[in-house]
């Protein structure tokens, strides 16, 4: 499974983005999605996960009810909605595929990673 991230940018706090990851295998419809982020110096954060159906979604404490993850299994893309923008939302926004069906949070559950969109949102 390869992924590609885009949709990052520069942003003001307050405003949006929506960032894109898109799959080249078949078989992305069998895997859980998920974003996680990084800052230099700090470890990946987990920050949205959706199941294969997309019926089901965990946040992470920080976003939840600013950011919305989404999928179309029929472009093999997820999505991830992000609103309310804050400075501290800025980071590496990384994309990846997790095996199985558990909605997980963990950077070592997901075994394919995308190569990541800068986001920065300036205050």
């Known amino acids: 499974v390869q992924l590609q991230a885009s949709g990052g940018g520069l942003v003001q706090a307050g405003g949006s983005l929506r960032l894109s990851c898109t799959s080249s295998g078949r078989t992305f419809s069998s895997y859980v999605m998920g974003w996680f982020r990084q800052v230099p110096g700090k470890e990946r954060d987990f920050v949205a996960a959706?199941?294969?159906?997309?019926?089901?979604?965990y946040y992470s404490d920080s976003v939840k009810g600013r950011f919305t993850i989404s999928r179309d299994n029929a472009k093999n893309t997820v999505y991830l909605q992000m609103n309310s923008l804050k400075p501290e939302d800025t980071a590496v926004y990384y994309c990846a595929a997790a095996p199985g069906y558990r909605l997980v949070s963990s950077v070592g559950e997901y075994h394919y990673w995308g190569q990541g969109t800068q986001v920065t949102v300036s205050s």
């Open positions: 959706i199941s294969w159906s997309g019926g089901s979604t």
